[in-house]
């Protein structure tokens, strides 16, 4: 769907840092975009069966009206996996292309590996590193920082940013005041480097780790695993709603604001601002804070919920399906959530939608698709089948001899 950016020619040439000579500026525009989200929904009517709560309470104090939630198949790598294909395909690149995979997600399937590995591997991406980022609601704009910034350093062409949640399986099905805010779903961008201007103007991160405990989900907690104590109500989040609510209205308009003086921009530049999907009076606040119209604050709240470091990318991918941004629009991103983490991203649109219908990149995208989903098996195959060589067994046989000499030495001293 968008004209396909010139790549900078891959040369052999590198610095000694190994990043390559950065001759010209580069830039880091936004070229794909992909959603996915599960088709099952729950409704808030739904919810009243669940907890004690009722639509009006809902709707009125969040905006919420529906949210989805994954089916036992569906997981956090599947579902990014699809919206990354799906970004893959309007950026009209292939899998192949991508140098760096960064999944931000607060629900990942292992502590490792990171759910960005299992995504490269059936997108069969060959050529790219992956990995997790954990920065909570914030963790997609993180990732657009990161990726954006290795870009412009000319040390990758092209990356996939990705934000993927499964909330609806670490959520307090007893809890109504949080239960009623998640939900499931995936959202992707292909960042692409070009000597063009445009793309990622300035970012900004910040962090204030001192309210770590308004908004937790502990499992993955190094000191207190409900895998190391069998305490499962460890994996479960845990939210002070009205310190959150506080925190989220002081830094949306703020960082934004912050992230466009970086800029040179002032809030009346901004055609459109997607922020973290949390609450529509957080956003309705967001409007406020930074003296712009209600309507150039996007929200898709009432339909998906909260979906953590998921919701900014699907707001996207549905903003410009729906030709909300056009070529020179400033975008404006801004997320915020546990950590408590911050940050916030403009962006200039330079998207063009393309001519429709098949390209040959098409073609080659699904080969590489299938050619990643035969690798797999027969990779882990071939490893057991290394473990049967006749040189694995002379090794495990010299191993024990080892060991059985070591044990009577200890056993004769
Ligand atoms: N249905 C009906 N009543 C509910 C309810 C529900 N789902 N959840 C809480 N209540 C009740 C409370 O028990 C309380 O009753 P009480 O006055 O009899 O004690 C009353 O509603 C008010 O509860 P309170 O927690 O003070 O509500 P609130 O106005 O703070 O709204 C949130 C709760 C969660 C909607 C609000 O705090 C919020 O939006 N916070 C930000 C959350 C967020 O965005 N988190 C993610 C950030 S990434």
Redesign the pocket.
């Known amino acids: 769907m968008t004209e396909q950016l010139t790549r900078s020619p891959r040369t052999n040439h590198r610095n000694l840092n190994g990043a390559r000579p950065r001759t010209t500026v580069r830039y880091a525009h936004l070229t794909g975009w992909g959603m996915e989200v599960p088709s099952q929904v729950l409704s808030n009517t739904d919810?009243e069966a669940i907890?004690?709560?009722?639509d009006d309470?809902?709707t009125a104090?969040?905006g919420i009206k529906e949210r989805r939630i994954a089916e036992q198949r569906e997981t956090t790598t599947s579902l990014a996996t699809r919206a990354a294909q799906k970004a893959l395909g309007v950026a009209n690149l292939l899998p192949s292309d991508i140098d760096l995979i960064i999944v931000a997600t607060a629900t990942p399937e292992h502590i490792f590996p990171s759910t960005a590995s299992l995504v490269q591997d059936l997108l069969g991406a060959r050529d790219a590193g992956a990995f997790d980022l954990s920065a909570?609601?914030s963790g997609f704009v993180y990732g657009v920082d990161m990726a954006s910034a290795k870009i412009r350093l000319g040390e990758i062409d092209a990356a996939l940013v990705i934000g993927a949640e499964t909330l609806s399986r670490v959520v307090d099905w007893s809890d109504?005041?949080?239960?009623?805010?998640?939900g499931d779903g995936a959202g992707a961008v292909v960042l692409q480097g070009s000597d063009a201007p445009g793309g990622v103007l300035s970012s900004i991160l910040r962090s204030d780790g001192s309210g770590w405990d308004m908004?937790t989900l502990p499992t993955v907690s190094s000191r207190d695993t409900y895998l190391q104590d069998g305490q499962h109500e460890m994996h479960r989040i845990y939210?002070d709603?009205?310190?959150?609510?506080r925190f989220?209205t002081r830094v949306i308009g703020d960082s934004l604001r912050t992230a466009l003086e970086k800029a040179n921009m002032t809030p009346e530049d901004l055609a459109l601002v997607i922020p973290?999907q949390?609450?529509q009076?957080?956003m309705d606040h967001a409007a406020k804070a930074l003296k712009i119209p209600a309507d150039r604050v996007y929200s898709n709240v009432e339909r998906y919920g909260?979906t953590?470091a998921a919701s900014i990318p699907i707001a996207l991918a549905e903003a410009a399906d729906k030709n909300r941004l056009k070529p020179g629009d400033v975008l404006g991103l801004v997320g915020?959530?546990?950590g408590l983490a911050w940050g916030a991203a403009v962006i200039e649109w330079t998207a063009v939608p393309g001519k429709p219908g098949y390209s040959i990149t098409w073609g080659r995208r699904q080969s590489e698709y299938a050619r990643a989903w035969v690798r797999r098996p027969v990779v882990r195959f071939w490893r057991r089948l290394m473990l049967l060589s006749p040189r694995a067994i002379f090794r495990r046989w010299q191993r024990r001899i080892h060991q059985r000499r070591a044990a009577s030495n200890s056993t004769q001293e």
Request: one cysteine or more.
């Open positions: 919810l907890v004690d709560t009722n309470w809902i104090r969040t909570a609601c109504r005041g949080t239960c009623i805010l998640f908004l939210m709603g009205k310190g959150v609510y989220a973290h949390a609450n009076r957080i909260n953590s915020f959530g546990g």
